[in-house]
C-alpha cells in the first residue's frame, strides 16, 4: 500500500498523497516542510544583517576620524545617517505600522575635500557591498551612454553577484552636479544626460525592483536580467556643485532685509559660502524638487587649509607618508622625509588648488626617480629633503600641473 515516506500516512488518511521516484509525500509533511523552509530563510537573512558591523554614531565617527581628516560636521551627519539606515534593516515587524523611511546622503564640496574617502570608509567600517560610479556617463535609455540601470551592475559585481548582499550594500554616485538641468529655456534638443538621467534616478533612490544588465552596458531585450530591491541600497551622492556660490549669495541677499540686515551681512562668511548651502539652492543649480526631496539629508565639505592638508600628509591610518614608507620597506629601502619638505609640499598644493588630490600628484612627481632607481639596490636609505623635492619639481612643467 502506497504511504507518505515521511510520516507513514496512507493514501485514505491524506488528502493528498504526491509520488516520487522511490517514496511518496503528503500534503501535511509539504506543509510542514515549508514552514521549516520559511523560518530557516528567516534565520539567515538574520544572520547577514547581523554580519553588518554596525557601531553607534559616534563611535561611526571615531572610526572615521582615523582615515579622515576634519569635517566633523559631515562625518557626524553622515555618522548618524548611516546608523539610522542599517538600524532600519535591523528593525523587527511589529503592530503600530510605522516604517521608518530611507536616508540618502548628499555631498557637496569642492574637488579634494573626502567625498569619496567618506563613503568608502563608510562602506569600509561596515563590510558591505560598495560601488563608486560617475554620473557623468549616464544618459536616457536608448542613447549613447550607459543605462541609469548600469550602476547596479558594478554593486553587483563587487557582492560576487550576491543580490542579498547587494540588496544592503551603498553606491556613491559622484559627480551628480553635472546631471543638473543644462537651463529652464526650452528647446528642441533633449536634455539626455542632464534631467532625464534625473528622472531615471528617481525610481532608483526612492525603492523600487530594478532588473539589472549583468554585465553593465545597454539592454537587449534577449540579455537576462537580474532583478535588484533598491529599497534597502544606501545612496550617497557627492558633486563639487561649482559656482553654487553665486546662487547661496543671491539667496542670502534677497532674505537680508530690514533694520538689522547689515549686522547680518557682516556675519556671513564670504570666503566659505558653501556652508551655507540648502534644498532650494540644489533646485537653483538644476536638480529637480523630485531628486532633492529623495536626497534628504544635504551636508557640505569644508575646504582644506593649510594645518589640515599637512595632517593628511601624516595622520590617518593610510597616510601618504606611511605608504612610501612602506612601498619602500617592501625593498629593503629605509625612506625618511624631513619636516620641512612636508610643509614644502602642503604649500605648494595650496599655490595648485588641488585639495587632498594635490598632495599626492606633488609626491608622485618628487619620489618618481627614487621610486625608479632604488628598487635595483635592493637595500639602502634615502632622505627626502626641501632641496631635492625643490629640485625634482622644477623639472616639471609647473603650468601644466596647474591647469590638471
Known amino acids: 500500500m502506497d504511504k507518505c515516506s515521511f510520516c507513514g500516512r496512507t493514501k485514505k488518511e491524506a488528502n493528498i498523497l504526491i509520488a516520487g521516484l522511490e517514496g511518496h509525500i503528503c500534503d501535511h509533511c509539504i506543509e510542514q516542510a515549508h514552514s521549516i523552509m520559511n523560518e530557516e530563510l528567516a534565520t539567515k537573512k538574520n544572520v547577514a544583517l547581523d554580519a553588518i558591523n554596525l557601531l553607534k554614531p559616534a563611535e561611526i565617527k571615531n572610526f572615521l576620524d582615523q582615515y579622515v581628516i576634519g569635517q566633523d560636521m559631515a562625518k557626524k551627519i553622515i555618522s548618524v545617517a548611516v546608523y539610522n539606515h542599517y538600524k ?77 548582499a547587494a540588496e544592503k550594500g551603498i553606491v556613491f554616485i559622484d559627480e551628480i552636479d553635472k546631471i543638473a538641468r543644462k537651463g529652464d529655456n526650452p528647446s528642441i534638443t533633449r536634455d539626455v544626460s542632464g534631467e532625464g538621467v534625473q528622472q531615471g534616478l528617481l525610481k532608483l533612490l526612492e525603492g523600487s525592483i530594478v532588473n539589472v544588465p549583468p554585465q553593465g552596458g545597454r539592454k537587449h531585450p534577449e540579455q537576462k536580467m537580474i532583478p535588484v530591491d533598491t529599497k534597502n541600497i544606501l545612496f550617497i551622492c557627492g558633486g563639487a556643485f561649482e559656482g553654487i556660490e553665486k546662487k547661496i549669495a543671491q539667496r542670502l541677499n534677497t532674505q537680508i532685509v530690514g533694520f538689522g540686515a547689515s549686522k547680518i551681512r557682516d556675519k556671513v562668511n564670504k570666503d566659505n559660502l558653501l556652508q551655507y548651502i540648502a534644498p532650494q539652492d540644489l533646485r537653483s543649480y538644476g536638480l529637480i524638487p523630485e531628486i532633492i526631496g529623495r536626497l534628504p539629508v544635504l551636508t557640505h565639505l569644508e575646504p582644506l587649509d593649510r594645518k589640515a592638508l599637512r595632517a593628511i600628509l601624516t595622520e590617518p591610518k593610510n597616510a601618504l607618508v606611511k605608504q612610501y614608507i612602506k612601498l619602500f620597506k617592501m625593498d629593503n629601502i629605509k625612506l625618511s622625509f624631513d619636516e620641512e619638505v612636508l610643509d614644502y609640499i602642503v604649500d605648494k598644493a595650496i599655490e595648485f588648488k588641488l585639495g587632498a588630490r594635490g598632495l599626492r600628484s606633488i609626491c608622485e ?28 619639481l622644477q623639472r616639471i612643467n609647473l603650468k601644466i600641473l596647474k591647469a590638471s
Open 88 to 164: 532600519r534593516l535591523m528593525q523587527k515587524p511589529d503592530t503600530d505600522d510605522i516604517e521608518i523611511e530611507k536616508s540618502n546622503i548628499i555631498l557637496a564640496g569642492e574637488t579634494g575635500t573626502g567625498k569619496t574617502l567618506l563613503a568608502r570608509t563608510v562602506a569600509k567600517m561596515l563590510h558591505v557591498p560598495f560601488t563608486i560610479v560617475d554620473a557623468t556617463v549616464l544618459t536616457e535609455a536608448g542613447y549613447v551612454g550607459e543605462d541609469i540601470e548600469s550602476l547596479l551592475t558594478r554593486l553587483l559585481q563587487n557582492a560576487d553577484y550576491d543580490v542579498k
Open 365 to 392: 612627481t618628487i619620489m618618481l626617480d627614487a621610486m625608479f632607481e632604488m628598487p635595483s639596490d635592493q637595500a639602502g636609505e634615502i632622505e627626502i629633503t626641501t632641496e631635492y623635492a625643490s629640485h625634482k
